[in-house]
Structure formats: structure tokens, C-alpha cells
């Protein structure tokens, strides 16, 4: 199934491979079963403050420093700075304009349908704010009002790495072209198993990296694709997914991701002989462009003492006719025992605009998952809840995918559009959501993996996998 996979970027991204199960895909014109009233939240009015008294010291700067700085700084992911007045006087109709239309900070989920660590949103006070100080001049005012630069920590984010990783030789990556996704075999070298509980992925050169995805491979095929590349530069070129059957995965990086432990009980196991497999996605900025990245291991201090799995949506059977608006694919599972959901990753391609997904409990009553209205393919990111959803045995849980292959998506790679069908370049489609769980009864896990296994297996004789 995985080696049909392609996923671009990121904000993250964790991996859920393996331990996920795949779907009997359904078209649908509407869900039969009930569902949360996708609304957007009413915001209240900005309530402009009086004329002439606002300035950047006072009341910009914090909005800035706390939403913009940590990727807007020398030597982050961000274009340009944004640390000081004059940067951001530079840029103000600019920043305004990309604050109102909700395009910065990247955020994708709508509030109210999940509640999700480090999240990043401008209350309407702020985007009001910002917008009434650009309309009247930008204005600095008293440096004594001016806050400290936030002190931003350098290096590892999460402390020193107990296993430090790098890759073996730099890659060069080309100046033109199109953007080129390369593998890069990590040999990790333990003596026995370990257990790993959070991982920071850290690139030489963000000017060139768009993302990354880091895979385990124990059986040696990825070294075997990596002797057999004769280009002469280190690692084999692989579109999206790593080109082999990955044994497991540590999670991604993407633009503005911070590294996030995983939830207390939990650790992702590596065996002796694995190797790591460093997936990046290079876009080209004119010039060649030398990286070399690394990668910080957290151990966890003991064996996990909870197991984890997951619940992988999707349809394959997609036929978007040039022209369709508003082509929908959907999918469910019910859940064979009592769970606890503790992150959500979805993946599309350009033709996505809505993805939605949510869990209708045995009592009838529904519980929003996730939802984004404007999906965007450069920023698709991993998204972990603040506490753990109980889904209870019974539940029922449900993905709505919406496309749209008319000449009004400004993303639409066809002009006229094309049909589209599931497929692996960009320029196809993919409709896939990962729900991460546990069980609430470590008994049960066994259970949970063999009904998530005998899916997998309906999924591939059905046809889903062809």
C-alpha cells in the first residue's frame, strides 16, 4: 500500500505508517450517518481603537515577536525578517493583507473542530489591529514601549539529542527544474532496542528544503536502492513516498513544525540494524544548493507502556471530471474497541478545498476530528490534540473529502482542467486521513491490530490497492 504513497511537505507531519489499515472507497452525495454542523465560527467585530494611537512599539511588536519572529529571524525557514520596525514597516500592507486572509500564520484547521497543540492564529483584535495600523500610517512610537525580542533557543529545541544522526555526505541539489524529492539511507547505530519519544529534524540549508519525512527501514531496501543509483550523488530520487515498503516511521518536518514529544506512555521502538531513511522534498532557487541535515533521537526513559495504531481513511476510486467544482469522496471504520485519538493527519493534492472528518459515537452524538476549508498543498501538517479524544467502541469514524477542477481554483495545475484520477504525481489526486490512536485497554490491543490488519487485507483483495 505505502509504496503508493506521495506526500508532499509540510508543516508534519508525523508518518503513521504501518500500523494503519486500508478503506472500501465510497463516493457519496451526503453521509446518512449524522454529523457536526461544519459552521465557521462568528468572530466578533474589530472594534477599531481610536485614531492615531497605534503604534508599533506598544502594539504591534507583540503581535509580531509572538506570532511572526520565530520563522521571520536570520537563518530560519522565512524569506525575510521581521524583528524589528523597520523590517516590518517594510513589508506592512503586505503583512496585513496576508493576516486577513488568513494565509499567515499557516494554520489550516477551523477553530472549534479539534483543539490542537501549537497552534497558530491571530485572534480578529489582531488582524484588526494590524490592518488600522498600516491604514494610518504604520506608525513606530515610544521605543520605551518597545518589548524585548523574544529569546528565541538556538540549537536543539528539545535539549541535547540522546543519538545524533546526520546524513553521510551532502547532496547538491539542482538550481532549475522541477522540485526533486530524494531518499538518503541513516544507518542508526544502537546495539540493542530503543525506544524513541520525540525526534527533532533540524536542515542545513532552509532555503532549499521544503520538507521532510523520516522512515525506518530494517530489511535493507533502501540500501539496496541507494547502491543501485548511479548518478553519483548520495541517495536515490523518490517521488512522495520512499519507493520501498517502510517497517516504520519517525514523523517529518515542515516549515514552521515544532518537535512535540509524543503523549505520555508512548515511544516509537527501533531495533538494532534499522536504518533511518531521510525523505526531502528540495525546491529549486536558482542557484545549486548544497544540504546536509540532521537529526536529534529522544529516548524514552522507559518502554512505552501503551501501544499505538491507526485508523487510515481513504478512497481511491476518484474520477474528478474537468470542470466539477465540488467532487466529493468519503470513507468510515468503526472502531472494534475502545480507543483514545490523540493526532490527525489528512494529505490531498492541488484540487483539495475542504477536508473534514469526525466521529459519531454509539450514543448518537457526534464529535468534530478535523476540519479545513481551504486546503492548501503547501501546507499540510500533522496535528496533535491537546488532550486525548475517548472514542468508545462502536464509534464510528468518518472522512468527507471535497475537490475542485474548475478553471476558478487558482491551484489547479490543468488550464483548461484535465480529469483527474488517484495517482501519484502532483498533478493526480489523493484523498487519505491517518486517525493516530491507542487503546484504552492495553488487553484490547492485540485485538485492535488484527482487526486493523484483516481491513488492510478486505482493502487489497477488494481492488482498493490496484
Not at 514529544?261 to 544548493?289: C, M, N, W, Y
Request: neutral net charge.
Amino acid at each position: 500500500m505505502l509504496r503508493n504513497f506521495r506526500r508532499p511537505l509540510a508543516a508534519l507531519l508525523l508518518l503513521p505508517v504501518l500500523n494503519g489499515c486500508a478503506a472500501e472507497p465510497a463516493k457519496v452525495e451526503a453521509a446518512a450517518d449524522p454529523r457536526p454542523t461544519f459552521e465557521l465560527p462568528k468572530e466578533p467585530d474589530y472594534k477599531p481603537h481610536p485614531k492615531g494611537t497605534l503604534t508599533f512599539s506598544k502594539d504591534i511588536a507583540p503581535i509580531v515577536f509572538n506570532n511572526c519572529t520565530s520563522c521571520h529571524r536570520t537563518g530560519e525557514v522565512a524569506p525575510f525578517p521581521l524583528t524589528n520596525f523597520r523590517e516590518v514597516q517594510k513589508r506592512d500592507v503586505q503583512i496585513a493583507g496576508v493576516v486577513k486572509e488568513r494565509s499567515m500564520p499557516p494554520w489550516k484547521p477551523v477553530p472549534g473542530y479539534g483543539d490542537f497543540h501549537d497552534a497558530r492564529r491571530l485572534t480578529a483584535d489582531q488582524v484588526g489591529m494590524l490592518a488600522q495600523w498600516v491604514e494610518e500610517g504604520s506608525t513606530e512610537g515610544d521605543a520605551k514601549d518597545l518589548p524585548e525580542l523574544p529569546k528565541f533557543t538556538e540549537g536543539w529545541q528539545l535539549g541535547p539529542p540522546d543519538l545524533v544522526l546526520k546524513m553521510p555526505k551532502s547532496y547538491t541539489a539542482p538550481a532549475e527544474g522541477r522540485d526533486v524529492y530524494r531518499c538518503f539511507v541513516i544507518p542508526i547505530p544502537i546495539d540493542g532496542d530503543k525506544y524513541v519519544k520525540a525526534v527533532e529534524y533540524r536542515p542545513g540549508n532552509h532555503k532549499v528544503v521544503h520538507h521532510a519525512l523520516l522512515f525506518l527501514d530494517s530489511l535493507g531496501q533502501a540500501r539496496a536502492k541507494e547502491a543501485a543509483n548511479k548518478d553519483g550523488q548520495p541517495g536515490f530520487t523518490s517521488f512522495g513516498g520512499p519507493g520501498f515498503l517502510p517497517t516504520g516511521g519517525l514523523g517529518g518536518w515542515a516549515p514552521g513544525a515544532l518537535p512535540r514529544p509524543l503523549p505520555d506512555g508512548l515511544a516509537r521502538k527501533i531495533s538494532k540494524g534499522t536504518d533511518l531513511v531521510l525523505q526531502i522534498h528540495f525546491h529549486p532557487t536558482g542557484k545549486a544548493e548544497e544540504e546536509e541535515s540532521t537529526i536529534g533521537i529522544y529516548y524514552a526513559k522507559e518502554p512505552p507502556k501503551r501501544s499505538m495504531s491507526a485508523v487510515t481513511l481513504r478512497s481511491r476510486e476518484m474520477n474528478i471530471a474537468p470542470g466539477d467544482n465540488n467532487y466529493k469522496v468519503s470513507d468510515s471504520f468503526v472502531l472494534p474497541v475502545d480507543v483514545e485519538a490523540f493526532m490527525i493527519t489528512p494529505h490531498a493534492h492541488l484540487l483539495g478545498k475542504d477536508v473534514r472528518a469526525w466521529a459519531v459515537l454509539p450514543d448518537g452524538k457526534t464529535q468534530p476530528l478535523l476540519w479545513i476549508n481551504d486546503w492548501d498543498f503547501s501546507w499540510q501538517g500533522q496535528y496533535q490534540y491537546q488532550k486525548p479524544i475517548p472514542l468508545p467502541k462502536g464509534t464510528k469514524v468518518e472522512m468527507e473529502f471535497t475537490y475542485d477542477n474548475s478553471d476558478k481554483n487558482p491551484r489547479n495545475p490543468s488550464s483548461p482542467p484535465k480529469r483527474v484520477r488517484w495517482g501519484e504525481q502532483t498533478t493526480d489526486e489523493m484523498s487519505i486521513l491517518w486517525l493516530q490512536i491507542m487503546p484504552v485497554h492495553e488487553s484490547d490491543a492485540l485485538a485492535l491490530k488484527w482487526a486493523m490488519g484483516k481491513r488492510l487485507l478486505g482493502g487489497a483483495l477488494g481492488g482498493n490497492n490496484k
